[in-house]
C-alpha cells in the first residue's frame, strides 16, 4: 500500500502568533500561486456583442483524497458579425471578454454557421478555510464555506462578469450536487431532476443562484481542524508518525531492565537513540504548535539549529563508540565529526545572518545536514552491529550498497525541494522532518540486530523475541502512517501489532523436541522411514489378502519394524508409535535450520529471491498512476511529497519480501501446520487484517477508496507459500543437487499427505492467482484512489445544457 502524509504538520503553526503568521501565509500564498482576475482585469476592444447566450453548469463532488470538486461548464454563443468572432476563431483572443481567462476554452461554429460558440470546462478543488482566504471561483460560479454550509453561486453583479456578457440571455443554468443533500435554492428552479440537478431556464439576466449544501461530517471535522483545532491535528501527527515507534520504545526499555546481557544493554541504548532521532523533528514541531513558538522559532533558526545537532548527537557518539570498539582511525573520525557539525552550524549561521542570501548559501545548511544525517545513519549502523566482535559480513555488504544510497537519496530530495521551487524542503528542520519518514530501514537493521543477540543466546523463540518480531514485521511490512478525513492515525500498523500476536496465541501449538541429530541426518531418516512404512503397509496387504501366512509375516515383519524402531529411537520418538508423530513431522516441524535464527535467516534469502518479480511488479504498478489517476511518474515527482514518496514505495517495495521471509522462518516452529505450504497463512491473515482495517474505515466514514490491497495480499501469500516449499525441500534434501533433486523429496511428501491440507492449498493458491489475474486483466490500479467510473462525463452536462435529459 503507498504512505500518506498530511502538509498540515509541515506547516509553521504558532496560535499565539496568529496575526503574524496570516499575514506571512498570505503573500507567501499569493507570490507562490497569483490567480488572475475574473476577466483578467482588461477592457473588451470589441465592445458587447447586440446579442449572446450563455449556458452554464457547475458540479460539487468529492473526488480523490477527501477533495471537494466544484466542475463548471459553459458555453456561450455570439453572432458570426461580431467583431470579436474572427478573433476568436483565429487566435482566440477575444475569449476574455465573454469567459474568464482560466481553463482551456474551445471555440466551434454553429450547424447554420451563424453564430460561434465558446465553450470552457474549469475544476476548482475546494479548501474548507474559506471565511480565512475568501470565496473561491470556478468559471462563472463561486463557492464559499460558513461554519457547517457551503454556499455555491452563480456570479450575479454585472461588474462580476466579463464585459462580452452585458444583455446576454441566460438559456440554462444547471447546480449539480449529486452526493449532497441541499439545504435551501434561490430562486426557485424551473426543474428538479433526478440526480441533485437544479435547473433555471431563459433568463433576461443572470439568475441570482445560490445553493446551501451542509458539509458533510468528515468536512466539517476537516475544517474545524483546520481552523480551530491546530493543536490537536499536530498532536494527531506526532502520534500517527510516533506511536508505533513509542510502543517499539517502551518494549525494548522494559527489556532493558530484564536483560543481564551487557551486549543486549548497549544494543537496546543504541536503538531507542535512533528512535530518539527519527522522532526528534515531530516532537519539535508538535512542541512548538502547542507552546506557540514554532513561527518564531522556524524565523529565528532555531528549529534548523536544532535539527543540526539532533543528527550531530547520535552520529558524534557513534563514531566515539567505533573507536572504544577498536576501529581504526576512530580519533579522526570523530575529529571528523565534530567539525561537520561545526561547518553546518556555521554555513547555517551565514546564512541567517548575511544581508544577501544566494541560492548557494541557502541551500549549504540543508546539504550539509543530510550529509550528517547519512554519517549519522552509517555509524549508528556500525557501532551496533560491531557490538559483539567484527562485524558481520552481511550487514558490510548492505552498508557498501546502502550509504551511497543514502547519500544520493538525501541529496536527490534536497534537488527536488529546489527545483520544485518548495521552501521548506532547503531548510535542515524540515529536511530532517522529511526524510525521518523514510528512515524506518535503519530501524528494521536494528532490530535484526537485536534478535541475532537473542539467536545466540536461545535456540527457541521466548516470549521477547516473539515481540521483536512482532514490531519487525510491522515496521517492515506496513508503512504505518495513514490518513483519515485530514487526521492521521496509524491504523493499519497498530492493527498489525494486536493481530500478529492474537493469530499466534490463536493457532499455538507445542513445538517439537530437538531429535538431536544433523538435518542431513534427519532427512536420511525421513527417507529410509518412509520406504520402510511403505513395506510395512505392503506385508500386511499380502497377508490380508491371504498372500502369506502368519509365520511368514511375522518373520518378514519383524527386521522392519525393529528398524522403525531404532529410527523412531534416534530421534527421540515414542517407538510404539503411539504419540502420532513421524520423523517427517519432526523434520518438517524444526526446518532446515538448527535454530529459529538459521531458519530465519534462510528463508528471508529465498523470499528475498522470490519476492523479486513481485516487488519489480508493485513498484511498476503503484507509480504507473498517481493518486488522482493521472499517468506518469515525473506528474507524481512534480507533487511537493512526489519525491520521497517514490523512494518510500521503491524502499518498501523491496524490504517486505525478505523481512516477511525473516519472520516466517523466526517463528518456523511456532506456526500451525505439519506442511511448510501451510505456515505462511498466519503471517498473511495479519497482514490482511492491518491493510483491510484501513480499507474498512476508508468505507465506513466515505473516504476515498482503497485500492491495491488485495493485490499485495495476494502477491505476499503467494511469495510465502513459495519460500516455504522451498524450506520444505532444503529440510529433505539428502546430497547435493539441483532445483530438480532438491524438489523431488518434497513432492513425494505432499503427495502422501493429508487430503484436506492438500485441497486447501490447491484451493488457495488457485484463488491467489485467479485475484491476479483478474486484476490485471481488468488493469491493475493500486495507488489511484479515483473511482472514475463514478465521475459525471462532461457530455452529460452538455446534455443538460441542451435540455435533452431524460426526465
Known amino acids: 500500500m503507498r504512505r500518506l502524509t498530511t502538509g498540515a504538520g509541515m506547516k509553521p503553526i504558532a496560535p499565539l502568533c496568529e496575526a503574524a503568521l496570516l499575514v506571512a501565509l498570505v503573500f507567501g500564498l499569493l507570490s507562490l500561486n497569483p490567480r488572475p482576475a475574473l476577466a483578467d482585469g482588461v477592457d473588451c476592444g470589441f465592445g458587447p456583442p447586440r446579442s449572446s447566450w450563455v449556458e452554464t ?24 458579425d461580431w467583431p470579436g468572432a474572427a478573433a476568436l476563431l483565429g487566435d482566440g483572443s477575444a475569449v476574455g471578454c465573454l469567459l474568464p481567462l482560466l481553463g482551456e476554452p474551445s471555440v466551434t461554429v454553429s450547424a447554420d454557421g451563424a453564430e460561434v460558440v465558446v465553450r470552457s470546462t474549469q475544476e476548482t478543488p475546494l479548501e474548507l478555510y474559506d471565511t480565512e482566504w475568501g470565496a473561491e471561483s470556478a468559471g462563472l460560479w463561486s463557492s464559499r464555506a460558513s461554519g457547517g454550509t457551503r454556499f455555491v453561486a452563480l456570479l450575479p453583479a454585472p461588474e462580476d462578469l466579463p464585459s462580452g456578457l452585458a444583455g ?10 449529486p452526493e449532497s443533500r441541499v439545504r435551501r435554492v434561490t430562486p426557485l428552479p424551473s426543474e428538479v431532476l433526478p440526480g441533485g440537478t437544479y435547473v433555471w431556464r431563459d433568463g433576461a439576466a443572470p439568475p441570482r443562484v445560490e445553493v446551501s449544501l451542509p458539509l458533510s461530517a468528515r468536512a466539517a471535522f476537516q475544517r474545524w481542524t483546520g ?21 517499539l520504545a517502551g518494549l525494548l526499555v522494559l527489556l532493558h531492565r530484564r536483560s543481564a546481557d551487557r551486549s543486549e544493554r548497549v544494543l537496546i541504548r543504541i536503538t531507542l537513540g535512533a528512535l530518539g532521532m527519527i522522532t526528534a523533528a515531530e516532537a519539535m514541531l508538535v512542541a512548538g504548535a502547542l507552546t506557540g ?4 522559532a522556524v524565523l529565528l533558526g532555531v528549529t534548523d539549529t536544532l535539527a543540526i545537532l539532533v543528527v550531530a548527537a547520535p552520529l558524534c557518539l557513534a563514531v566515539r563508540g567505533l ?83 543514502l547519500a544520493s537519496l538525501t541529496l536527490a530530495y534536497v534537488a527536488h525541494a529546489v527545483v520544485t521551487g518548495t521552501p521548506t524542503g532547503v531548510t535542515p528542520f524540515f529536511l530532517l522532518h522529511g526524510l525521518s519518514y523514510l528512515m524506518w530501514p535503519l ?134 508409535r503411539e504419540d502420532g508423530l513421524s520423523p517427517l513431522d519432526v523434520a518438517l516441524s524444526r526446518g532446515p535450520g538448527v535454530s529459529w535464527w538459521a531458519n530465519a535467516r534462510l528463508a528471508a534469502r529465498y523470499a528475498s529471491y522470490v519476492g523479486a518479480p513481485a516487488a519489480v511488479f508493485l513498484i511498476w504498478a503503484t507509480w504507473s498512476t498517481d493518486s488522482r489517476g493521472r499517468d506518469g511518474w515525473l506528474d507524481r515527482l512534480g507533487d511537493p511529497n512526489g519525491f520521497y514518496g517514490l523512494a518510500g514505495d ?48 476508508n468505507n465506513v ?41 532438491r524438489l523431488t523429496p518434497v513432492a513425494v511428501v505432499y503427495r502422501l499427505g493429508t487430503a484436506g491440507s492438500g485441497i486447501a492449498l490447491i484451493v488457495a493458491q488457485a484463488a491467489a492467482v485467479l485475484g491476479l489475474w483478474s486484476q490485471l486483466k481488468n488493469g491493475i490500479d493500486i495507488t489511484s484512489q479515483v473511482d472514475t467510473s463514478a465521475q459525471a462525463p462532461i457530455s452529460a452536462d452538455a446534455q443538460v445544457l441542451l435540455g435533452r435529459v431524460d426526465r
Request: proline content about 5%.
Open 57 to 80: 453548469s457547475v458540479t460539487v463532488a468529492e473526488r480523490g483524497h477527501d477533495t471537494t470538486v466544484m466542475t463548471s461548464t459553459t458555453r456561450v454563443g455570439v453572432p458570426r
Open 168 to 177: 446576454a440571455r441566460w438559456r440554462t443554468v444547471v447546480v449539480k450536487t
Open 227 to 247: 481552523l480551530r483545532g491546530q493543536a490537536v491535528l499536530a498532536v494527531a501527527t506526532y502520534a500517527g508518525f510516533a506511536l508505533p515507534y513509542l510502543l
Open 293 to 296: 513558538t514554532l513561527f518564531v
Open 323 to 405: 573507536a572504544r570498539t577498536g576501529l581504526r582511525r576512530g580519533v579522526p573520525l570523530l575529529v571528523g565529526a565534530v567539525l561537520a557539525v561545526i561547518g553546518a552550524l556555521a554555513l547555517l549561521a551565514a546564512r541567517l545572518f548575511a544581508d544577501v542570501r544566494p541560492d548557494p548559501l541557502w541551500v549549504a545548511p540543508a546539504v550539509a545536514t543530510a550529509l550528517l544525517l547519512t554519517g549519522a545513519a552509517w555509524a549508528i549502523a556500525v557501532r551496533a552491529a560491531r557490538v559483539r566482535g567484527r562485524t558481520p559480513r552481511a550487514v558490510r555488504v548492505l552498508l557498501c550498497w546502502s550509504v551511497p544510497g
Open 443 to 576: 530501524v528494521v537493521l536494528l532490530l535484526l540486530l537485536l534478535l541475532r543477540l537473542h539467536g545466540r543466546r536461545t535456540d527457541s523463540v521466548g516470549p521477547s523475541t516473539v515481540w521483536l518480531l512482532v514490531f519487525l514485521f510491522v515496521v517492515g511490512t506496513i508503512r504505518w502512517l495513514n490518513t483519515y478525513a485530514g487526521m492521521p492515525f496509524p491504523l493499519a500498523g497498530l492493527v498489525g501489532l494486536a493481530a500478529l500476536p492474537l493469530l499466534l496465541r490463536l493457532t499455538r501449538r507445542a513445538e517439537v523436541a530437538d531429535p538431536g541429530v544433523s538435518r542431513r541426518r534427519l532427512a536420511m531418516i525421513v527417507d529410509e522411514y518412509r520406504d520402510l512404512e511403505e513395506r510395512e503397509k505392503g506385508l500386511r496387504r499380502r497377508w490380508a489378502a491371504g498372500h502369506i501366512d502368519d509365520a511368514e509375516h511375522t518373520k518378514e515383519n519383524g527386521p522392519v519394524v525393529d528398524r522403525i524402531r531404532r529410527l523412531r529411537m534416534e530421534i527421540g520418538l515414542d517407538p510404539d
Open 650 to 697: 521503491l524502499i518498501g517495495g523491496l524490504l517486505i519480501w525478505p523481512v516477511a521471509g525473516f519472520v516466517l522462518g523466526a517463528l518456523w516452529r511456532r506456526l500451525p501446520g505439519r506442511r511448510g505450504y501451510l505456515k505462511g497463512v498466519v503471517p498473511v491473515l495479519a497482514y490482511a487484517a492491518a491493510t483491510g482495517a484501513h480499507a474498512v474505515l
Open 701 to 741: 466514514i466515505g473516504q476515498a477508496p482503497v485500492r491495491g490491497s488485495l493485490v499485495r495480499v495476494l502477491l505476499l501469500f503467494l511469495v510465502l507459500t513459495v519460500v516455504a516449499v522451498l524450506m520444505d525441500a532444503r529440510t529433505l534434501q539428502t546430497r547435493p543437487g539441483g532445483l530438480a533433486s
